[in-house]
């Protein structure tokens, strides 16, 4: 990949106007205008020349990933487009992030938003987004019924199958789940949220990166045939340094790096880290413009393994 | 309800925050909660349950309020019944669809423990789970039986027939038709009958003795029922 010219798409879901919350027909349900709103509403699209600062993080942990982005100097009906206060959650809007180099695009970010507000600094109108990966799922993604009754014998596979469907509404589908060995004992009636369930099924291995569910263990990798290789040609800075069992570095922006994927590193200053790592982290941070200096770089938090076990994405 | 929700501080305050932690955490907990038995297997000394109450969601309405709508609670299955027992004894009923009971949330998951470990840790770490309810079948509403309840006895009673021990210490054991203490009462007064009119009957003259021998030990008997049965 060539590392210049830095380019985005930051799409962002419309509010769904109070006009048609409200409706001129009282016995249209709010869910049917909500999916009506969703059909024929587009996205907000932002590109360059705007300018965009970034800061997105993602990691294998049990809490959301999340990212904070700042757009300057959207005009006044834009923003009002996509203005979302903290207590409507459950309005899921749409935060997609695609940044690259050139014509080049990785989506860097996919999740809700929890809260998008304009305000004025100096001579620019800054519109501040915060989101999370999986939001929707981890607010309002709950069981409803018998939708979390598994009669025994169910073998935790089919539990975890079946539970991750559940979040398929929320926004977020099957990426990798490792296999979970036994089978119910006594009939299991979940309720609550799906989230905290698949958390507890998987002994905390659970976690949403870019709207996919995953399930690895510190050892799982996701199978690609081709491990990214991460050297001073592909744009690694300085010398990967361990924080615990945890091996870090920075790089020049390396948009399409995900989660559990494999990379070989290759370091000239931190020969003893060289090999197949796992990718355990991921901090997305910087500005892309057109009109002031642009810069972006990539931390990637690694685990330092020897053993990995390939798991097969959906 | 609804007007809570929609008149929220925008900026909370610590306490306010504080307070909906606490409340989070209590409505998240499952304590216990009362139920009807859906189904008993006494293989398995286990019911199915379905939670006599429903859980509140909230959604927005046309102009953007939110309004709360019940959602049922799943059917709990699999729940081990309390069987009254120890020491190899037990006292057992007839668990049926329809009785009311309570539903008590294990801290921890109960897969090993039913599969007979004792000493092994959780099969997943699920804390206070609808998973992992244990039925304690008794528990009645207002309008529930039994209809009279005896405050002089402790009282076994199934369809009519009554075991019963009271404050003096007597046993009553009847059902719809009599009472043992009558039936023996009966039995003792024919057999009273029999031995008087034998021991005063000329038939065999060794029969005079034992019959009124036999007079003097059913009184002894009546007596002695007497002090047992109500």
Redesign the interface.
């Known amino acids: 990949m060539e590392k210049f010219q830095y380019n985005y798409s930051l799409s962002v879901q419309r509010t769904i106007s109070?006009a048609l919350?409200?409706?001129a027909d009282?016995t249209?349900s709010?869910e049917l205008?909500r999916k009506f709103a969703q059909e024929t509403q587009e996205f907000l699209q932002i590109e360059p020349p705007l300018t965009v600062d970034f800061d997105i993080v993602r990691n294998q942990l049990a809490d959301a990933s999340n990212s904070n982005i700042k757009i300057y100097n959207l005009n006044e009906r834009r923003r009002s487009q996509i203005l979302k206060d903290?207590?409507d959650f459950?309005e899921p809007r749409q935060v997609i992030l695609q940044a690259g180099y050139g014509n080049s695009f990785s989506k860097i970010f996919f999740g809700n938003a929890v809260h998008i507000y304009s305000i004025r600094e100096g001579v620019d109108f800054i519109t501040e987004i915060e989101a999370f990966d999986g939001g929707n799922a981890y607010n309002n993604a709950?069981?409803?019924?018998?939708?979390?009754?598994?009669?025994?014998g169910t073998t935790y596979n089919e539990v975890i199958n079946r539970c991750v469907s559940l979040l398929s509404p929320y926004g977020v589908e099957r990426g990798a789940i490792r296999a979970y060995d036994?089978s119910?004992?006594?009939?299991?009636?979940?309720?609550?949220s799906i989230i905290a369930?698949l958390l507890?099924?998987t002994?905390?291995e659970f976690y949403i990166d870019s709207g996919f569910a995953y399930a690895l263990r510190d050892q799982d990798v996701i199978k690609n045939s081709s491990p990214a290789e991460i050297s001073s040609r592909t744009g690694l800075l300085g010398t990967p340094r361990r924080e615990r069992s945890f091996v870090m570095f920075n790089m020049i922006f390396q948009p399409d790096l995900k989660i559990g994927d494999q990379v070989d590193v290759q370091s000239t200053t931190g020969e003893q880290y060289n090999g197949i790592n796992k990718v355990v982290s991921l901090h997305h941070k910087g500005r892309i413009s057109n009109s002031v200096s642009s810069s972006v770089t990539t931390q990637v938090g690694l685990l330092y393994h020897k053993n990995f076990t390939e798991i097969e994405a959906a | 309800m609804s007007g809570n929700l929609t008149r929220h501080a925008p900026y909370p305050s610590l306490r306010d925050l504080m307070d909906t932690v606490k409340r989070e955490v209590k409505i998240e907990i499952n304590c216990h909660a009362v139920a009807r038995i859906e189904s008993f297997n006494p293989e398995k000394q286990t019911v199915e349950a379905k939670i006599s109450y429903t859980k509140t969601y909230y959604k927005k309405d046309g102009d953007g309020n939110l309004v709360p709508y019940a959602v049922a609670y799943p059917l709990l299955l699999d729940c081990p019944a309390i069987i009254i027992g120890g020491g190899g004894g037990s006292l057992t009923f007839p668990i049926a669809n329809g009785d009311e009971c309570l539903i008590l949330f294990n801290d921890r998951d109960l897969d090993n423990w039913v599969s007979g470990s004792n000493n092994s840790q959780p099969e997943i770490p699920t804390l206070h789970s609808l998973s992992d309810g244990i039925a304690l079948v008794g528990l009645r509403t207002y309008k529930g039986e039994p209809e009279e309840y005896d405050m002089e006895r402790a009282v076994l009673e199934y369809n009519g027939a009554i075991v019963a021990v009271g404050k003096n210490g007597k046993v009553l054991v009847k059902n719809t038709a009599t009472d043992l203490k009558a039936a023996i009462d009966s039995l003792v007064t024919a057999l009273d009958t029999f031995a008087t009119s034998t021991s005063t009957a000329v038939i065999e003259p060794t029969l005079g003795p034992a019959a009124t021998a036999l007079k003097a030990a059913l009184v002894t008997v009546s007596t002695n029922i007497g002090n047992i049965l109500e």
């Open positions: 109070p919350l409200r409706g009282p249209v709010v205008r903290n207590w459950y709950e069981f409803t019924g018998d939708t979390g009754s598994f009669p025994a036994g119910v004992v006594k009939g299991k009636s979940f309720t609550g369930t507890d099924l002994n905390r």
